[in-house]
């Protein structure tokens, strides 16, 4: 558990408001049309996801 | 003498201002520069309201993420270049950037997982804006939008 002065965030809630909140700039920077907006959107949330995921459990056999 | 007509080539297309490429170059460069310092403004002064609001509230949220988690908010006098290039990082949250050090009272506390999740929080903030920064730039100049 992330204890902090505002914000009590698990290690997993912060991975999701750091994909969200980039995912949601990189989709209104990179794209114009809403529907395509929210395609890219949703689609860099799910790499996001997946990558930082993928990642945590590479690295899960060298965690101890 | 026969009467001869010198025929002067025609323009085809009507003259430009010579100073018209500048003023739009300055003004790209100033618009960038405000969207620098305040985050999404270099949006807003071109009318892309939607643009301008989320760039706001992202990198407003990293920022007060970042500084309530109490992550490192590295100042000019860093100790070596990782605290230089973090301090660059920082910076590129523009007038934000003042707000994370008044936010963050009590000092940085990287000893945990959460001071070091708010460290990256804060420089992702900066680099988000300038590459925010970046985007108002070219869209001023007409290249992307």
Known sequence: ?64 | MADEVIQQPQQETPAQPPDTGVRRERLAWAIGIAGWLLPGLGHALQRMWGRAVVVFLAVGLLVVAGATMRGNVFSSNGGDAFDTLGYIADLGTGSFYLAARALERDGADVSHADGDYGTRFLATAGVLNLLAALHAYEAARGRKA
């Open chain 1, 1 to 64: 558990m992330i204890a902090t002065n505002g914000f009590a965030l698990t290690h997993f809630q912060a991975f999701l408001l750091f994909a969200a909140v980039i995912s949601i700039a990189f989709g209104f920077l990179g794209r114009r049309r809403p529907k395509d907006r929210i395609k890219y959107i949703l689609w860099s949330f799910f790499l996001f996801l997946a990558v930082g995921i993928g990642i945590a459990w590479a690295m899960y056999p060298f965690s101890r």
